[in-house]
């Protein structure tokens, strides 16, 4: 644990460079400009920026550190909290946001939602083709028979996300949605009640977690796809996690 902790803060230097030139090192150009930080604001986020980048690209830690720039405000503020309070656990995370108060966490969430990074290139599956059209299968038509409802009702038609609270699917790692929904299954990660996320996954067995992860994971972005508006879906299942 120590270890991981001298790791993000000595790349606090480098990343909080990059983020004053306005531009991050080695890394592609931001597709849209970035709005301006304030320096109360540069300090809050240089441990986020550690991992996930100066725009929320993500990609570090073998797409462990998932892109989060882009994603819906109340989305990544819930999940800010969730570290914090218990319902998520990474033991790095909770320990940079255990003290951050609420409005912190929103200022914090507002920054990575405003970003625009470039989209990653999907990943190759490693799968049999039967496996990968089981997973489209799921990800877009669900299961009705076993009242299992698809990706897509509730992270949308593009399955780039729902605002203010329903997050994207599409770019990121084979190996981090697999984890994520692994977690949500055996209640390792976990919502306000009530928890749909358990509910769905729970309906999903160690094949079929797989088979949605590598077609999820081998989906491009779409380009300058952003998350659909408010009340452009209706949600099949009641979810703690969304407000309103």
Not at 122 to 151: E, F, I, S
Not at 156 to 175: E, F, H, K, R, W
Not at 223 to 234: I, Q
Request: hydrophobic share 35%; charged share 15%; net charge positive.
């Amino acid at each position: 644990m120590r270890g991981v902790v001298l790791l993000a803060l000595l790349a606090l230097g480098v990343s909080d460079a990059a983020l004053a030139s306005g531009k991050p090192s080695a890394r592609p150009a931001p597709t849209t400009e970035q709005p301006k930080v304030s320096t109360s604001l540069r300090q809050r986020i240089a441990g986020c920026i550690a991992c996930h980048g100066p725009y929320g690209q993500g990609g570090g830690s073998g797409g462990f550190a998932p892109r989060i720039g882009g994603k819906p405000a109340g989305y990544l503020y819930h999940q800010l909290q969730n570290f914090r309070d218990g319902r998520r656990v990474y033991p790095l995370m909770t320990w940079m946001v255990q003290y951050l108060p609420d409005p912190y966490m929103k200022e914090i969430a507002q920054y990575f939602s405003d970003q625009s990074p470039p989209p990653p290139a999907p990943q190759t599956p490693m799968v049999a083709a039967a496996t990968l059209d089981m997973g489209r299968k799921l990800a877009t038509m669900g299961d009705p028979a076993r009242g299992l409802p698809a990706c897509m009702a509730c992270h949308g038609s593009s399955l780039m996300g729902v605002q203010p609270d329903v997050p994207g699917l599409i770019g990121l790692s084979n190996d981090y949605i697999s984890a994520q929904l692994g977690a949500f299954k055996q209640g390792t990660r976990r919502t306000k009640a009530p928890d749909c996320m358990h509910e769905v996954t729970a309906k999903l067995d160690g094949a079929e977690i797989g088979a949605v992860a590598a077609w999820l994971s081998s989906r491009p972005v779409p380009a300058g796809a952003r998350p659909e508006p408010a009340g452009s879906v209706k949600f099949p299942l009641q979810c703690g996690s969304i407000d309103g």
